[in-house]
Nanobody, 119 residues
Framework: QVQLVESGGGLVQAGGSLRLSCAASGNILSINIMGWYRQGPGKQRELVAL???????NYKDSVKGRFTISRDNAKKIVTLQMNSLKPEDTAVYYC?????????????WGQGTQVTVSS
């Protein structure tokens, strides 16, 4: 089992910055992908940014150039630096991790942290 604990988030004005962090604990040795999803009011959960254990990253188009994902592979900590925030970035942000095995891939989610961007 893997536990994900998030920190960061809060209220910021448009144009401001926030930093989210997520630390994994438990059975973390074979974690592959770590990253962030978000769910805005009345919307479906969507990918924000992902990072693989080999360093490949993937971003939602609308956050490219504004958000940066970074990762401490040894400690299994992933951070999301969010700059130039916009009101449409307002959402609950969820940390995500997956752990592949020979039979299946397990997926894990954090409890979510609220990010609110005021105009």
């Amino acid at each position: 089992q893997v536990q994900l604990v998030e920190s960061g988030g809060g209220l910021v004005q448009a144009g401001g910055s926030l930093r989210l962090s997520c630390a994994a604990s438990g059975n973390i040795l074979s974690i592959n992908i770590m990253g962030w999803y978000r769910q805005g009011p009345g919307k479906q959960r969507e990918l924000v940014a992902l990072s693989t254990s080999t360093g490949t990253t993937n971003y939602k188009d609308s956050v490219k150039g504004r958000f940066t994902i970074s990762r401490d592979n040894a400690k299994k900590i992933v951070t999301l630096q969010m700059n130039s925030l916009k009101p449409e970035d307002t959402a609950v942000y969820y940390c995500y991790a997956n752990r592949p095995t020979s039979l299946t891939t397990f997926e894990y989610w954090g409890q979510g942290t609220q990010v609110t961007v005021s105009s």
